[in-house]
């Protein structure tokens, strides 16, 4: 964890929520490019790089495909 900064405070709630509203409308592969160009500058501090990270590892659990055995055993 990032020691605090005070030109950088935690974020709350409210923020947080913003952040991933924010990033469903930009969609995967812009917050990817935009973490991976200069995240402080596009997204925000290292608070929200560490939101986006999470936010896109998420979506690439999202789109793993299910296996079989799982889809059967889902419909017992």
Do not use: H
């Not at 900064?5 to 812009?30: I, V």
């Amino acid at each position: 964890m990032r020691s605090m900064d005070p030109t950088n405070p935690p974020m709350n709630a409210m923020d947080r929520q913003r952040a991933l509203d924010y990033f469903e409308r930009l969609g995967r592969d812009k917050v990817r490019l935009y973490s991976a160009i200069d995240c402080d500058r596009y997204l925000g501090g290292w608070q929200v790089r560490e939101l986006a990270d999470q936010w896109l590892a998420e979506k690439a659990a999202e789109e793993r495909p299910v296996p079989l055995w799982r889809r059967i055993v889902r419909r017992r």
